[in-house]
């Protein structure tokens, strides 16, 4: 099954609203990063962690090697946040495994 | 931020032919790796590459596959021959590290590969 599992699958958020996406990990993840794929397919870089937390504008992302899940939280959310959310983890020594990604729309 | 650039964007073939998948990484990295993302579905691991060598492949990276980056050049993915289910979009990345000190990858627009 998969190792990196992401939830929710899909979302619907209103325009200024706020929500967590989570990653879980059936792995030892000891590296973790975070995507936007845009509609036009597209990956952003949004994070690149070790254990701790980042912040950047309106997004912030925490993860917990420990407990082996992340999060990307999103305050205030704009129009142009919509599109597919995936984290990657890697495990020391193999390589990096996507999550099944969020699917967000923000709506008017 | 540090772009990766992917040639050509579209490619169709004729299941059976060989096609070359051409990624131009970032200029200072040093591993680089090829993806494949079914439409609408995550985004799968192929093979990573560093020194002229295939570090590590997953089971997607079918016999019919193979990489090199010639002197410096474009770093490839060879198909030969496609088959239907290799239609795809294949994404490159590259980072500046890599084995058990990975840094952050960095992808490119992707190559909509369809084998008719």
């Known amino acids: 099954g998969d190792k990196v599992k992401q939830s929710p699958s899909a979302l619907s958020l209103q325009e200024g609203t706020n929500s967590a996406l989570r990653c879980n990990f059936s792995i030892a993840a000891t590296t973790v990063q975070w995507f936007l794929q845009n509609p036009r397919g597209s990956l952003i870089n949004l994070f690149y962690?070790?254990?701790g937390t980042k912040e950047n504008g309106r997004l912030k992302s925490t993860f917990n090697s420990k407990e082996s899940y992340s999060t990307l939280h999103i305050r205030d959310a704009q129009l142009e946040d919509s599109g597919t959310y995936f984290c990657a983890a890697e495990e020391s020594g193999t390589y990096q495994r996507f999550g099944t990604g969020t699917k967000l729309q923000v709506v008017p | 931020g540090p772009k990766v650039l992917q040639i050509p964007s579209h490619q169709i073939i004729d299941m059976g032919q060989m096609v070359t998948l051409n990624c131009d990484p970032v200029?200072?990295?040093?591993?680089f790796y090829w993806y494949k993302q079914i439409l609408g579905q995550q985004m799968e691991f192929l093979v990573n590459?560093?020194?002229?060598?295939?570090?590590?492949k997953s089971k997607l990276f079918k016999d019919q596959f193979s990489v090199e980056r010639p002197d410096g050049s474009y770093f490839t993915l060879k198909i030969q021959p496609t088959a239907l289910e290799d239609s795809a979009v294949y994404f490159c990345?590259?980072?500046?590290?890599?084995?058990?000190?990975?840094?952050?990858?960095?992808f490119g627009p992707g190559t909509r590969l369809t084998v008719l």
């Open positions: 962690l070790v254990p």
């Open positions: 200029s200072n990295h040093l591993y």
């Open positions: 590459f560093y020194n002229g060598k295939v570090m590590e």
């Open positions: 990345a590259s980072s500046s590290t890599g084995g058990f000190n990975y840094a952050e990858q960095f």
